[in-house]
């Protein structure tokens, strides 16, 4: 566990690997340097009833390191 405390702007955004691209490029055009990208396994779309389990695993490792987390999944055609 890390006992650091984060810069107050470090965000980290926790996402589909889908849309890796997007997410990246919007950063780019933003200049969101502070931005960091943490892409789960597209794979998931396949098991979207293990989404929740895999986001609060990751949302757990990495709470001490940022000082903002945004998830960047939706509903993909269920």
């Not at 810069?7 to 691209?21: E, F, N, R, V």
């Amino acid at each position: 566990m890390n006992m650091q405390t984060p810069q107050a702007d470090s965000t980290l955004i926790i996402a589909c690997g889908a849309i890796a691209k997007e997410i990246q490029q919007v950063k780019r055009l933003n200049n969101w340097e502070h931005v960091k990208l943490q892409c789960l396994d597209a794979e998931l779309h396949n098991h979207p009833e293990q989404i929740p389990e895999k986001l609060q695993a990751a949302i757990d490792k990495y709470r001490d390191q940022y000082a903002h987390i945004f998830i960047g999944y939706a509903d993909c055609g269920t």
